[in-house]
Each structure stands twice: as C-alpha cells, then as structure tokens.
C-alpha cells in the first residue's frame, strides 16, 4: 500500500552561518496492504514529520512516496486531491481537530454533505456511524466541550469511517487519554481496521502501545530509523532499544 524511500526534510536554521536540522534524515518503510506499521521514538526525533511528508501537506528535501503504485511527489495538484481522499490524519488532540462550533453530527457528516447524497440518507448514515464507533443517539446534537476526550475521539473515528479511506495515519491518537480509554479506542481501531481493510501508520512514543496495535515497528531516532522489525520479533533488537529506553524513562 505504501512504500517510502529515503524520505529526507531539512529545514534550514542559523541567521549568519547557514546550517540545517535534518527533521528526517532518509526515511524508508513498507506498509503492506491492510496491516499496521508503528513509529515510535522520543520527542523531536521525526515521526509527525515523516507523516506530514507522507501526505505531502510540506515539502520533501528528497525522496519517494509510493501510494498504491503511485509516486505522490510527481502528481500534479488536482491527481494529488483525488488520491488523497483516500487518506486520512488522526491528530494527538481530538478537540484541536474537531470546529468547536460545530454540532457532532455536522462534524461526521461533513465528509458526506461533499458526496451531496439525500438529507435523509445522510441522517440515517449519521446514526449508523455513531452506533459503529459506540457514541449514544443523545450525542448527536451536542459540541464537543460537551463530550469527553475519548467520545470525541470516537467522533472522528466515526468521520473518518464515513470517508472509508484505505489508508490511515494516526499520530499519538490516544495518548491524551486515560489508559482504560485508550485501550477501547485501540481496540475499536483494530476491530475496524479488519472490518474495512485499512492500513495504517501508526504513530507513538509508547512502544507497549505500538506492540499492542502494529505488525511491524520501525524505532525512530534522530530523523531515522535505527530499528526495522515484525513486531513479535522485536525483542531480538532488544539491545537496540534498550538504550532508547533508558533514555526515554520507560524501564
Ligand atoms: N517548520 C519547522 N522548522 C524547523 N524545524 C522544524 C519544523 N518542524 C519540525 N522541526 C524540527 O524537526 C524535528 C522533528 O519534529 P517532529 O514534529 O517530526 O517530531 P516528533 O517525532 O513528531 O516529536 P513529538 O513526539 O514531540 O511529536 C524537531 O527537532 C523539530 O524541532
Ligand atoms: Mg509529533
């Protein structure tokens, strides 16, 4: 479904004598067809980088991106609107992706309204999607302060299952949840993730959490990828990412 190639993003930095900070420094994975790839790695090591690259929302320095066979660099503006509706993002925080001032059932319909089906129709597909994620009917017409973090959560799970991508990153998804909640949303994902065939990026500086979701694990450090593995068989790699570890304060 996806394959990167030496994915580099240098931002320039140093007012007298240039200098540059490699936020991704030759990036390359392989996401297969209807599986989960995890990214973990400390703070400022890449990961949200690597994804906004992925979805061409900057500029890459260098590299490749194959979307399904198709080299997302070289798409013109319009080819490139039509291959991305079959992405979407997760963000960290669900609250800063969702308008505040919209009611929730405007937020999970926006995706359809595009689609210009019947009010109706979409009224019906509304209440479907919220029964999908697990939200209450009584849900329907409240904002999102009127919700907690893990419903909105569900709310754009259930957006983004009303756009049915084939491909999927989420970046920190839960991580601004409690571990009860995260641990229903992960396993809300992963159910729909079967359901529909979705592949997904997934990223995280919780390797327990990616161990949890992913079928292989790339660990991140410093703009590159220092481990690359099936996730049963991380373990061998436990001297690689023991250090990281210690680093990151997890042992
Ligand atoms: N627009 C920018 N200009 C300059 N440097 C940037 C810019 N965006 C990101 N960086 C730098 O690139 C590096 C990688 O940032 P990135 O956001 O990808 O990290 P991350 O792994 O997602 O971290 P976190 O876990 O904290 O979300 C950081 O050192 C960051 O300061
Ligand atoms: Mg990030």
Redesign the pocket.
């Known amino acids: 479904m996806l394959e990167v190639e030496g994915l580099t993003k240098y931002?320039s930095?140093g007012v007298i004598h240039k200098r540059y900070?490699k936020?991704v420094d030759g990036v390359s994975l392989i996401i297969k067809k209807g599986e989960t790839l995890g990214l973990v790695?400390?703070?400022?090591?890449?990961?949200?980088?690597?994804s906004r690259l992925i979805l061409r929302l900057i500029k890459p320095t260098g590299g490749k991106v194959l979307f399904d066979g198709v080299d997302l660099f070289a798409l013109k503006r319009e080819e490139l609107r039509k291959i991305r509706s079959r992405m979407q993002m997760i963000f960290q925080d669900p609250e800063s992706s969702l308008n505040p001032r919209m009611k929730i059932k405007d937020s999970i319909s926006e995706p359809l309204k595009l689609r210009k089906l019947p009010k109706k129709e979409i009224e019906q597909r509304i209440l479907e999607l919220m029964e999908i994620v697990e939200l209450l009917p009584e849900h329907i017409n409240r904002y999102p302060y009127q919700l907690s973090g893990g419903q909105n959560q569900r709310v754009i799970l259930a957006r983004i299952i009303a756009v049915n991508p084939d491909f999927i990153i989420a970046d920190?998804p839960t991580s601004a949840l409690d571990v009860s909640v995260q641990a229903q949303i992960l396993n809300m994902m992963k159910d729909l993730q079967k359901k529909y065939d979705q592949t997904y990026l997934f990223i995280s500086?919780d390797l327990d959490v990616v161990k949890s979701i992913a079928d292989s694990i790339g660990v991140?450090y410093l703009g590159r990828i220092l481990v690359y593995s099936i996730t049963q068989s991380i373990h061998i790699h436990r001297d690689y990412y023991l250090p990281l570890q210690l680093r990151w304060g997890l042992l």
Not at 41 to 50: D, F, I, M, R, Y
């Open positions: 931002y930095s900070v936020a790695g400390e703070s400022g090591c890449g990961k949200t980088t690597v920190e500086h991140m």
